[in-house]
Every structure is written in C-alpha cells, then in structure tokens.
Nanobody, 127 residues
Framework: QVHVVESGGGSVQPGGSLRLSCEASGFTTTRYIMGWFRQAPGNKREQVAVIDNAGSTSYDYSVKDRFTISKDNDKKILYLQMNGLKPEDTGLYYC?????????????????????WGRGTQVTVSS
C-alpha cells in the first residue's frame, strides 16, 4: 500500500525558513511525479510546487524565487525549502504523489493528476 507522510512544519516569524520533507513508500518504481500543495483556512487547496519524473519543476508565482522543490528519487523523499516566509504562506501543506501519470510534465500538472496524498503538515508564519 502506498503511503505519503509529510514532516518539517512549524511556526516561524516572517522572513524565516523551513524545510518540509515527504517520504513515500509502498512501491518500487522510480518513475513518479510529486508535488506540494497548501490550504489556508477558508481557502481552496492550491498548488505550491511540483516536480516531474525528469526533474523539471513548476512553481506558483507567489512562491517563485523563495521556495525550492527537490527530490531524492532513490530514497523516494520530496523536499520543499521555504525561504523568506510571509504570513500569507500560512496553511496546511500537503504532499502528493502520482504513479499512474509518471510521464506527465511539471508545467501541465494540477491537483487532479495526483492519486496519493499525505495528511499534511502545518506551517504558520506570524510575528
């Protein structure tokens, strides 16, 4: 059974940094796509950053140049380095994985392309 587990959330002041991790397990293939999504209270879930099987990435405009998504393909770990955090970055951050659509390119991905989701890790940015 496929599992996706996030970690690394917490509370930081504006301008601070956090590094989120996501460990995937329950499968052997190295062909997959992964991404980070977030949801603030009262808002819809939104895409933060995704990375495809080839390592190409796509970011939401609001986090571009502040966040960096990366992965260790062999260990099946996804990372999100978040720098220059702002209060509007506050939310529950979800990790998502797709095995079925592993060949999809990052630029065209949406949340509907991912079939496996973690339970989320909370990020709070406040002074």
């Amino acid at each position: 059974q496929v599992h996706v587990v996030e970690s690394g959330g917490g509370s930081v002041q504006p301008g601070g940094s956090l590094r989120l991790s996501c460990e995937a397990s329950g499968f052997t293939t190295t062909r997959y796509i992964m991404g980070w999504f977030r949801q603030a209270p009262g808002n819809k879930r939104e895409q933060v950053a995704v990375i495809d099987n080839a390592g190409s990435t796509s970011y939401d405009y609001s986090v571009k140049d502040r966040f960096t998504i990366s992965k260790d393909n062999d260990k099946k770990i996804l990372y999100l380095q978040m720098n220059g955090l702002k209060p509007e970055d506050t939310g529950l951050y979800y990790c998502a994985l797709s095995l079925a659509r592993w060949w999809y390119e990052a630029s065209g991905l949406s949340e509907y392309d991912f079939e496996h989701w973690g339970r989320g890790t909370q990020v709070t940015v406040s002074s």
